[in-house]
Nanobody
């Protein structure tokens, strides 16, 4: 069973930066899409950024494109560099791994059959 453990959340002022990390373990076969989602209370979980590990192709939501960067550190780490943070980026951020082959850009909009971490809180103050 895949295990995902996030770290790196915290509080920052608008315009600041944070780097989220995800420790990945438990893979025994080919990895599919991996990425980051976020959720605020009362709202649906929103896809933020995804990466296809085999070729490093990346995908972003419109709200974070050009500000956030997803990357992988070998097979065991996933990162999300968040720059120019805005108050509307405040959310709980979840590391995620698709269980089945998907187009990673489409997976951001429909994350069924996905393994999740427990999340890390990001708070951006104005």
């Amino acid at each position: 069973q895949v295990q995902l453990v996030e770290s790196g959340g915290g509080s920052v002022q608008a315009g600041g930066s944070l780097r989220l990390s995800c420790a990945v373990s438990g893979y025994t076969a080919t990895r599919h899409c991996m990425g980051w989602f976020r959720q605020t209370p009362g709202a649906d979980r929103e896809g933020v950024a995804a990466i296809y590990p085999a070729d490093n192709n990346t995908y972003y939501s419109a709200s974070v494109k050009d500000r956030f960067t997803i990357s992988q550190g070998g097979a065991m780490k996933l990162y999300l560099q968040m720059n120019s943070l805005k108050p509307e980026d405040t959310a709980r951020y979840y590391c995620a791994a698709a269980r089945t082959p998907r187009h990673c850009g489409l997976w951001l909009g429909d994350a069924t059959t996905t393994d999740w971490g427990r999340g890390t809180q990001v708070t951006v103050s104005s």
